[in-house]
Structure formats: C-alpha cells, structure tokens
C-alpha cells in the first residue's frame, strides 16, 4: 500500500477529461431543456407557476456544480482515506429511514432536516463503490481468488446494504446495487466462478421480493399486459407508450407534448424520456443514446489509463452504476421492464439525486486528472508504475 501511495502521489495531475467535461455538460444543458418542457403544466396546475420546477432544478444544479467541483479537486487520497467512514455514515442513514424517514407518494425512502429531504440510498450506491475499490485495490491477486478471506467479506458488505435498501421498500435500488457491485467485483479480479454462483443465487433471492407486495405484483401484471389495467396501475405504462409513438421519426416538436398535459404522471422525472421522444421522436432518442455511449466510452478509458488500481475501479464503477439506470429507465419508460422509480440520469428533475450524480462526476474528473493516456507521465512517475 506504501508503495501505491508513493505511486499516486508522484503522478503528474493535469487538467480534467475535457471530452467527458463537454459530454456531461451537453447532457446536463438538454436535460434542464426538458424538465422545463416536460414539467410547465403539472408546474401551472399544481403550483400556479410554469417556472416552479424548472426553478428548483436550476438551484439543485448550482449545488450540483459546487460540489462537483469540490471533489474535482480535493486530493484523491482523501477520498480513499475517508472511503470506509463514509460508506458506514450511509449505511447508518439508511437504516435510519424505516424509523425516522419521510413518506413521499406512498414511500418512506427519505430523511429530512427541515425542508430539505435526501435518500440516503443515493449516498449509498457511490460510497459502495468507494469503499469496495479501495478493498479490492488492498487485497492481493492471490487472495481474491479465494473465498472465505477474497470474495464472502466483500460480499457480506454489499448484502447489509442491499438489505437496508430493501427495508426502505427500494427493490430496485437494491437490485441495481447489487448487480453494479458484482460487475466492480468481477472487474476488480474476485474468482469469477466463486462470484457467479453467488450472484446468481443472490438475484434468485432478491426475485421473491417483488410478489411480497401487492402493489409490486400488480406492476408486473400491468407490464404484461399494460392496456388491461390502463385505468389504474397501467394508465403511465399507457401514456407513455402513447407519447413514445407520437412522436415518429422527428416528433411534434419542441415544446409541444401533448401527453405532457397531465396524461403522463411523473413526466419531467421518471417518465421525462417519453415526452423526449414525443417532441424530438427517433433522432431525439437517438442523441440521448449516443451521448450515454460517449460518456461510458470515455469513463471505460479513463479507468483502463488511470495507473492505480483504486482510481480506476472507482471510475468503471461509477459509469457502470449511471449507465445500469440508464438502461433500466428506458427499459421501464418503452415497457421493456416492469415499473420501477428509477430516474433519467442527468436528464430527470431531482434535488438531491442530482447532487450525488454531480459529485461522482467530480470524482471522475478528479481521477481523470492522473490518466497517464491524456497527460502521460513523467519520466520519474513512470519508473514508479
């Protein structure tokens, strides 16, 4: 361990990954375009103010911004130094929820101070990643290959934490945790048939879950057949199928959704991609896939140049946990996967949620300062890899 710190300390730092920077503020840029389309009538109808949410995602952006910036340029052996603190902080905080938390459309998934209401369950998945990165860069190739001493320590920490979301009633953060965490592991160098038993068996018994609740049972029936139930579990699968459809190959335009007008609930958050492809259609959609591709393309360099171990998985661990939600909410948004709350990241409404992402985004840029492809390093850092 000396000897990676030594390592990271001599590396030349340089400026940040200005083609991931450009990605992510053209994502963040098109996503503050369509919440304020998506959400101008629920704003109007609900609160007498188009501006409402489009105002509130403005000032969580701000923050946003500060903290981004903030971990973009702290030292990153602070971070990793602070990595199992801040993971059992959360963990903490989670299982706090049940007890403390606050309720929001029929969930208690939140805590508050105030007016202010946070997840903790957003916290969690990214100290998760920064706690099992900076264990996996510590244990020896030989040991991960083991079970008892390699593989079950780390996993007993990803259960704790699936199972504090799973009693905050957050099936789908858990089960995206869960399988973020075996990718990182498996990237990480755990024995992958050990890992693969486990984790089959680990998904088999997060399935059971989804038929414990009434209304979980009754969103899986809506996704096999959404138009059955189109006048109650159904009706969002249905608006937003229609507002996908309408929208062809170049869509209605800009502004001018008309399933936006109270049809689609949820539709500048978790539904904010199919009044996207009502206004803009195909190439719309299109865009947004590509920019996801470029901005995972980059984040997947940027891990495979970073010279430290710790640096690099925490990156590839971060785009894996933000593209598994892309995938999942366009997945859930086209009726491709059964309902889920999981939002558009960078692209849907969020206070807190939005912060987290931007500050792991400040992570990535901070380790993008250290990539040995986009700076290189000097002769003497070179030596020391």
Known sequence: MAKVRKKTRRMKRGGIDMALFC?????????????????????????????????????????????????????????????GPFCAVTLVLMLLVPIIGVSSNGAKRWLGVGPITFQPSEIAKFALILYLSKRLAQMSPKRLQTFKEGIFPLLFIVILFAGA???QDHLSAA????????????????????LGFVGITGIACLVPFAFLKAYRLKRL????????????IGWQIVQGLYAIGSGGLFGRGLGQSRQKFLYVPEAHNDYIYAILCEELGFIGALIVAVLFVVFLTRCVKLALATPDKFMSLTVFGISTLITLQYVINIGVVTSSLPNTGMQLPFFSAGGSSLVFLMSAMGIVFNISRYSKKEKGLTSGDKDAA
């Open 165 to 167: 979301m799973i009693l």
């Open 175 to 194: 089960i995206v945790t869960f399988v973020t965490m075996m990718i990182l592991l498996v990237a990480g160098g755990v024995n992958i048939a050990q």
């Open 221 to 232: 029936m809506a996704f096999v057949n959404p138009f059955a139930y189109v006048k109650d």
């Open 23 to 83: 990605t992510l503020m053209i994502m963040l840029a098109f996503g503050l375009i369509m919440v304020f389309s998506a959400s101008s009538p629920s704003a109007y109808y609900n609160n007498g103010d188009q501006f409402y949410y489009i105002k509130k995602q403005l000032i969580w952006m701000l923050l946003g911004f500060v903290a981004m910036y903030f971990f973009a340029v702290i030292d990153i052996n602070i971070i990793k130094k602070y990595a």
